[in-house]
């Protein structure tokens, strides 16, 4: 049975990826630093499940990397250890570049030297194609749409690095497709929209379908709690993939990885689960039955207003698809938030 190793195995979408792999009795290996809210509950939650392999340490310590892949020996790799907000990156850039770039050559090199057998899929993000040079946009009154891109964004577009995280994660993007054409590791990468789900415990700089359902909530429960705030107009789109169908297309990538090697794939839930934040706020009223009181605050640096995934490419490729429609998405997100 093979061996998984994950990076940053206690976050969110680590810990839905390791769930279903204890779950089908594979052993897991669990790399993270934890110091992100919420890896303590998650790694309770996958102790609950089985017997995962937990090793505490820093992506940034290369000699620290090359022990882990030495002493574990697995037979496919999660990469999902990283800085993930924008506004962190843009405070802290060189956390940010050692943390995604530098963090992910380690890996990579550890890879290398001590189990090129093993394969690798690595989660980027839709921010390396930056302001989306060519992407018509119409300003709707609940949302913007792109008549240019009917069914999102493709894998043609041109990447388009802007502010330090999206260069941070663009770098190491290049970098893991690299180590196929020149090394012939067997690595794959995919650039993510939203994803989203139960166990994701979301701030305000990342995770913003759950941050927005947990403010719902609060006014829920709690009349008189202060109105929350947004960026920018509301308007600004992006699809949503529930965890659940995520974890099948990594899965089915890792078993498919030599049909995707060296590939970067466009990964979310395509244009029948987008939705904006005002789309997103309708629901969550009607569901909670409340008028939520939020306040706009100045678009963020390089906020992207439309980003679609066109998945058209990884469905062609793996015969994946998402299942979880965005309602239902939102239902069970809201449902695990109230019983916390």
């Known amino acids: 049975m093979k061996k998984f190793l994950i990076t940053g195995g206690c976050g969110f979408f680590g810990a839905n990826l390791a769930a279903r792999l204890l779950e089908r009795g594979h052993p897991v290996v669990l790399f993270d630093n934890m110091s992100r809210e919420g890896a303590e509950p998650n790694l309770a939650w996958l102790r609950s499940l089985g017997k995962p392999e937990v090793h505490t340490g820093d992506i940034r ?10 002493e574990t020996r697995p037979d496919a790799v999660f ?14 850039p060189v956390d940010d570049f050692l943390i995604n770039a530098a963090g992910t050559v380690n890996l990579l090199e550890a890879l290398r030297q001590h189990r090129p057998e093993a394969s690798l899929v690595y989660s980027s993000t839709n921010k390396v ?9 119409v300003e709707e009154a609940r949302r913007y749409s792109s008549p240019s891109h009917p069914r999102g964004v493709g894998e043609d577009q041109p990447l388009d690095f802007r502010t330090p995280y999206g260069c941070s994660k663009g770098a190491a993007d290049q970098y893991v497709l690299e180590y196929a054409r020149t090394y012939g590791l067997r690595t794959a990468v995919f650039r993510h929209s939203t994803i989203y789900g139960c166990h994701q415990h979301s701030t305000f700089d990342q995770g913003w379908v759950g941050w927005f359902c947990r403010q719902a909530l609060e006014q829920k429960v709690r009349p008189g709690a202060p109105a929350f705030t947004i960026s920018g107009d509301g308007k600004q789109v992006r699809d ?16 498919r990885i030599e049909a995707i090697r060296g590939r970067a794939f466009n ?3 395509g ?23 939020y306040e706009k605050l100045p678009w963020r640096h390089e906020d992207q207003r439309f980003f679609v995934a066109d998945v058209a490419a990884i469905s062609t490729a793996l015969g994946w698809s998402p299942k979880v429609g965005k309602i239902v998405g939102v239902e069970r997100v809201l449902g695990w938030a ?3």
């Open 338 to 340: 109230q019983i916390r």
């Open 61 to 70: 310590d290369a000699a620290r990397v090359a022990d882990l892949l030495r």
């Open 271 to 293: 244009m029948a689960n987008s939705s904006s934040l005002l789309e997103l706020f309708d629901h969550l009223e009607q569901a909670l039955g409340i008028r939520l009181r």
């Open 129 to 137: 194609y930056g302001a989306l040079q060519g992407v018509q946009l």
């Open 240 to 255: 949503l993939l529930y965890a659940d169908d995520a974890v099948d297309c990594y899965l089915l990538a890792e078993e």
């Open 79 to 92: 990469h999902l250890a990283g800085q993930v907000a924008m506004t962190t990156s843009v405070k802290s």
């Open 267 to 269: 990964l979310g839930g």
